[in-house]
């Protein structure tokens, strides 16, 4: 995949990017108790089943699968989607343009999927990304062909090093923004009218894009002063549904077909369905999920306003992306790399709780570096990444990331006589990373108690022996912290960017620590 002309150019395009948060002196805090919109499920849970007496399923039918002739389709569409040069004639040596189309969520995450491709080897060479996100810039924003909104998007496709000619697949993720919605189903009838106009225009803008990817919105229940909060995103998912369904079922205004008349649309199908019922109805994570597939939203996923996505957030949707343009059929043959079979993925633990953690290549790592086996006993199945981190767990991953095999230097401690982690207590204790969980002298540590990212900052500037200052006051939070100092360290080290969203003012060092965190710490001190 070409990345070498786009990069800094996406970043900045996120970065700069129009955001639909209300005023910071009005706005408020995302409302974490919502953990659980009683009477939604996931359309794909919902299968045949009803909502307000019409049908689930992504599908025709309740069906999460595409139907046979619509799939046959597809793929001869897909089988057509090839390197071109500038003037859109075949060439090996030419590009395959991918773009989005939508809002500034639209932006934030498929700029993190931009960071995750280009790392990946599985991706062609061949595949260029642009990020047509556009904060601000709900779906009327882009009814007329002849709107700035088009003519960004172009710009974008050229600063990215492409021609609009070389533009074959779009993924697209464009909510409505009607203040006033009308009730379900006539405003999602109104939304999916709107969104076939809009893929009519893909097309007329883009005239070899071939297929197009629908994704409708995530779960939005934490959200504050907003448009979409639930059941709209919910429901948004059935304007979506019913806008497959009318190409599915042959409507004129979407024909994707040479063979049955003039193509005025890109072929459609669904993108990843990212939408979860939040934590699920026992509003914990990692129990009772949002979906039947473990997919859960935290609060912790989004940004203040509980409808942007914070860094977790984002990551989640991209590992989601990514998934789906490496495993559909109809992607594998033009983004993966020759020779990389379709589904085929990096990921080598065995844990079957970390597909949707934005820390699984993080948790991947520390399986394999013999620092994690996991948090059930054999066959170690779970991870358990939600799960919040013990001074005794601490202990253990940080004398296996440092390979302490020394005794520990005798029973340090009065309290760990009965933990599991005894031996690794003391290691760290012996080479002065813990000086226990009290003051002097210093008998007790805790094993049971929660590590606070505050006492991670500390743990881990020992463990380095980070000496430095720390690079100066980074954080707005950590004042008359104990562990400040501590705290600038790992972040002048690289280890930690805070605990917020840019400008990553806050570190939050009272906080308790994941698993799925301390795994991130530890691949960024010792990976």
Not at 131 to 144: A, C, H, Q, S, T
Request: aromatic letters at 10%; one cysteine or more; charged letters at 15%.
């Amino acid at each position: 995949m070409r990345f070498s002309r786009i990069p800094s150019t996406l970043l900045a395009l996120v970065v700069g990017l129009v955001s639909w948060t209300v005023p910071a002196d009005t706005a408020q805090a995302a409302i974490c108790s919502n953990g659980y919109i009683s009477g939604l499920t996931a359309l794909p849970d919902l299968g045949v089943g009803s909502y307000q007496g019409l049908q689930g399923g992504l599908y025709p039918g309740g069906s999460n699968s595409i139907p046979a002739g619509h799939a046959a389709l597809g793929l001869g569409l897909a089988s057509q989607v090839q390197p071109l040069d500038a003037a859109g004639n075949p060439d090996p040596a030419g590009q395959i343009a991918l773009v989005s189309i939508g809002v500034s969520n639209t932006a934030q995450d498929f700029g993190a999927f931009v960071s995750l491709a280009s790392g990946d080897s599985r991706v062609s060479p061949s595949v260029v990304l642009v990020n047509g996100g556009i904060g601000g810039e709900p779906i009327d924003f882009w009814l007329d062909p002849a709107a700035p909104t088009w003519a960004e998007v172009e710009s974008r496709v050229g600063t990215a090093g492409a021609t609009l000619a070389q533009v074959q697949v779009a993924w697209v993720l464009l909510p409505d923004r009607n203040p006033f919605p009308l009730s379900f189903p006539t405003e999602q009838w109104s939304y999916r009218d709107k969104l076939e106009i809009v893929l009519r225009n893909l097309k007329s803008q883009f005239p070899n894009v071939r297929l197009a990817y629908l994704t409708s919105l995530y779960y939005t229940g934490y959200g504050v002063d907003h448009p979409d909060i639930e059941p709209i995103a919910f429901e948004e998912g059935f304007g979506v549904k019913w806008t497959i369904e009318d190409q599915i079922e042959g409507a004129g205004n979407l024909n994707a077909n040479a063979g049955t008349g003039p193509v005025v649309a890109p072929w459609l199908a669904w993108g990843p369905y990212v939408w979860a019922n939040g934590l699920g109805p026992d509003e914990a994570p990692g129990g009772q999920a949002g979906r039947a597939d473990g997919l859960e939203w935290l609060c912790a996923d989004y940004e203040d306003d509980g409808i942007h996505p914070s860094t977790s957030g984002e990551a989640k949707n991209a590992a989601m992306l990514l998934a789906h343009f490496t495993s559909a059929p109809t992607a594998c043959p033009w983004f993966l790399a020759a020779g990389v079979a379709c589904g085929s993925g990096p990921i080598t633990t065995g844990f079957v709780d970390i597909a949707f953690s934005p820390f699984a290549a993080d948790i991947i790592w520390l399986a394999d570096q013999g620092i994690t086996n996991g948090c059930k006993p054999a066959p170690n199945a779970l991870f358990c990444p939600e799960g919040l981190v013990t001074r005794g767990e601490m202990a253990a991953f940080l004398s296996r990331a440092l390979n302490l095999v020394n005794n520990g230097g005798g029973d340090l401690f009065t309290d760990d006589d009965n933990s599991i982690f005894e031996n690794d207590i003391d290691k760290i204790a012996t080479a002065g990373i813990t000086t226990g969980c009290q003051p002097p002298p210093n008998a007790l540590f805790c094993p049971e108690g929660l590590v606070t990212r505050g006492e991670m900052a500390a743990f881990l500037s020992r463990a380095l022996n980070l000496m430095n200052d720390g690079g100066g006051d980074l954080f707005t939070d950590d004042h008359g912290s104990v562990f400040e100092t501590d705290i600038d360290r790992i972040a002048a080290a690289g280890i930690t960017f805070g605990c917020a969203p840019p400008p990553n003012a806050r570190f939050c060092p009272t906080e308790f620590v994941t698993r799925g965190q301390m795994a991130a710490f530890l691949h960024r001190a010792f990976g």
